[in-house]
């Protein structure tokens, strides 16, 4: 809605105010116009005219045009003259009300000649989320709006700040001259926004600003010739928090992301980064949201890189489709330039480590018994010192089959079945064909139950690329039997009876007979590690190409102790153990088959004793040498969701030992001393080491971190150095130190 209804009913209820006896001192006034109702005193206002006719004529044309109004105006006043010249005054406590609108002075005028109505003397206006407080405001009846000089405005809980003059464009529009700007809170201005000229859309939660000088803390920090900022929580396009960096290979780099809110489904943030030694790369990130799908696409370029002289980039591309309840598609995309990309242009281990770069196509056919798959898949390998026949196969195509019914007599049927094309530029290629149905039989009653299952599987090969008099036609069939029983006993312990303890025992029975599969080829099939869950499965393979011999009895024990009310865990453990009545054969190329009567025993232990403390220690230890295999260890302290300290140990025997210290803690003052080191015990030699320091406030925050880990291609160390300062307020999407904290730093969160 415009200033001019407002302005109308204004001229309104001056009007009403204009009776016979205007001059002299009058009780507070007050006028409620509620169209189209004729109340008494606009009839008295027909039935006894003002002394002037023309100012007669001029209310009967007010009441006229206030027809067109839906909502009522009320007017408070302790004084109102009006003079023959069309002038009426207004003096003391004068307030002017129309819906949620707000016009409050010491004293007021209208112009009937211009259609202006002036206020003056502590002038106020009030709307739903606006409040300007000035010296003197004018309304302008033919342009519909308003203007307040030397003026104080507050949009509550958004930002604040002063303007020599204040334009009241329309109810949801300001244009603001001379203008400080801050989202700080009353009494403290850590940053503000100094501009000759910025407008304000207070329905859109957008503010326009040009020529702007962003301050902190009193100096000049950035001069921006044109911004748009947020005024609100809502999604708002924009120039994010820039980030500094230093490290070896890429130089010192700036990032200025700039937010792009293109739709409600749709946005992008674009981040120009600055490497001195490098030259500007450009990163796009790019979310999408229809109807059917939702996809990311994220792009990486650096054009003539000035260490290498060729142009380096990244791209990488989501997309899932739901094409009816039924149908379903995804797809993924990735490829980089070369091989040292992640290594000179990451900044984390995990993404200097990359190995492979995934592609592939998925369409699925799902029903409430069963799904189909089908899949084209290929790898990118980002080392080049990986061999061609070390390589992944490509699938082209795969087709996958999956079903579960139910049968009579508590009887289930189950089926798993594949088709696959394994190719590759290196090596033996061919179709695969692997079916697996099966059928059980299970029982379950109150704390207990017994699973016998009978499964038949199936494996055939048609091969190609192989060495001349080679069979390429291959197969394997086999019968697994395994049964499955357990029970969970449990009682109320402690003098409430609010903890319950829990004792779970598990027997898993598994029988595979012997095939030789020495001649089967290895497409994608690799030995699975043994823990807590490769007790209970069938087969000791990964994938399709081998299928584990097997005559042994799993066995296992699990105890936990649960507060009844929350249904926190306070203690959990597990023990387990396989014994084999027979020595399994099958073995991967290259490996040996593990001849041990017994397996390793896994013990895994878990304590919360309270909100703060929480540990985990996981151990493999192999009763034929008496040696630890494998072992895991974390303990975790949080008194408070801005307080971490994590301590963790990693072993695997032959293979790594490595401590890892990490932590967020407030120090004073609101700084924080944020770390991690994950070091080799093994080799000695850091891994991995951040530290930085933070300090945050209710409208501003600092973060500053160095990090120093190994790239695992080369083995050497990377140093990286981020700096960035948060405006709270002018930048509120995107947070990438954040981030970069969080996956360093289990259970980090930003400070409130």
Request: with cysteine.
């Amino acid at each position: 809605m415009s200033q001019k209804p407002l302005l109308k009913f204004l001229l309104l209820c001056v009007g009403l105010l204009a009776k016979p006896v205007l001059a002299q001192e009058q009780p507070t006034t007050e006028c409620v116009v509620a169209p189209p109702l004729i109340s008494p005193e606009l009839e008295s206002l027909v039935t006894q005219p003002p002394p002037d006719v023309a100012a007669r004529d001029q209310v009967l044309e007010d009441i006229s045009k206030a027809w067109e109004i839906d909502q009522p105006v009320e007017l408070l006043a302790r004084h109102a003259e009006v003079s023959m010249d069309g002038t009426f005054d207004l003096q003391g406590q004068v307030e002017v009300r129309q819906g949620d609108r707000r016009l409050t002075a010491d004293q007021a005028s209208y112009d009937r000649t211009s259609g202006d109505f002036q206020a003056s003397g502590d002038v106020g206006y009030f709307q739903s989320g606006l409040e300007i407080t000035g010296e003197t405001a004018k309304f302008e009846s033919k342009e519909g709006t308003g203007i307040l000089s030397k003026t104080v405005f507050d949009l509550p809980g958004r930002g604040r700040g002063s303007a020599g003059e204040t334009k009241l464009m329309d109810e949801n529009t300001l244009s603001l001259k001379d203008v400080r700007y801050t989202a700080c809170p009353k009494g403290q201005i850590d940053w503000e926004l100094v501009a000759p000229d910025i407008r304000i859309n207070n329905n859109k939660g957008v503010g326009v600003g040009r020529n702007v000088r962003v301050m902190f803390k009193g100096f000049p920090l950035l001069y921006i010739p044109y911004i748009s900022f947020p005024i609100s929580d809502q999604r708002k396009s924009g120039v994010l928090p820039p980030d500094l960096g230093l490290s070896n290979r890429a130089g010192f780099n700036i990032r200025m992301p700039y937010y792009w809110n293109i739709r409600p489904n749709m946005d992008a943030t674009i981040t120009p980064r600055w490497l001195f030694d490098r030259g500007i790369q450009l990163n796009t990130e790019y979310r999408y949201l229809t109807n059917s799908s939702n996809g990311q696409l994220d792009v990486e370029f650096l054009p003539n890189d000035d260490e290498t002289g060729r142009d380096r980039g990244f791209v990488s591309w989501e997309q899932t489709t739901e094409f009816s309840q039924n149908w379903l598609a995804k797809f993924e995309v990735n490829d980089v330039s070369d091989t040292a990309y992640f290594e000179d242009l990451g900044d984390s281990q995990s993404v200097v480590s990359r190995t492979h770069l995934q592609r592939q196509i998925e369409l699925l056919f799902t029903q409430p018994n069963w799904l189909f798959r089908t899949r084209f898949q290929n790898m990118q390998t980002v080392l080049d010192t990986i061999s061609a026949s070390d390589r992944p196969y490509r699938r082209v195509p795969q087709f996958e089959f999956f079903g579960a019914w139910d049968g009579p007599s508590r009887f289930q049927f189950d089926m798993d079945a594949e088709i696959v094309n394994f190719d590759r530029g290196d090596g033996v290629t061919g179709w695969r064909m692997d079916v697996q149905p099966e059928v059980s039989f299970p029982l379950v009653g109150p704390g207990y139950y017994f699973t016998p299952r009978l499964a038949w599987r199936h494996t055939r090969y048609q091969l190609s690329d192989l060495e001349p008099a080679e069979d390429d036609s291959l197969s394997r069939t086999a019968p697994i039997l395994t049964l499955d029983t357990g029970v969970t006993l449990e009682r109320a312990i402690g003098s409430r009876k609010h903890l319950v303890h829990t004792l779970e025992p598990r027997l898993y029975y598994t029988y595979i007979p012997f095939r030789d599969q020495s001649g089967l080829p290895v497409f994608d099939t690799a030995s699975a590690d043994f823990n807590s869950i490769q007790l209970f499965r069938a087969n000791r393979f990964i994938g399709a190409d081998r299928l584990g011999d097997s005559n042994q009895i799993s066995f296992g024990m699990s105890t936990r102790v649960i507060h009844s009310l929350t249904g926190r865990e306070i203690i959990s453990a597990t023990l387990g153990q396989a014994i084999r009545l027979n020595s399994p054969n099958v073995a991967l190329p290259g490996e040996a088959a593990d001849d041990q009567r017994a397996t390793e025993l896994i013990a895994e232990v878990g304590v919360g004793l309270s909100r703060s403390w929480n540990a985990d220690v996981a151990l493999q230890w192999d009763p034929n040498d008496g040696t630890t295999s494998k072992a895991v260890a974390r303990v975790q302290y949080r008194p408070n969701p801005s307080s971490v300290l994590n301590l963790g140990y990693r072993f695997r025997d032959d293979e790594l030992e490595q401590s890892d210290i990490s932590f967020a803690w407030p120090i004073k003052n609101s700084w924080r001393l944020v770390g991690r080191w994950n070091f080799s015990i093994r080799d000695s030699q850091t891994l991995d080491r951040l530290i930085g320091v933070e300090y945050e406030r209710c409208c501003w925050g600092l973060r500053l971190v160095s990090r120093r880990f190994i790239t695992t291609r080369t083995g050497e160390s990377d140093t990286s150095l981020l700096l960035q300062l948060e405006l709270k307020g002018l930048t509120s999407v995107g947070q990438r130190a954040d981030s970069f904290l969080e996956n360093g730093i289990l259970g980090y969160r930003p400070q409130n």
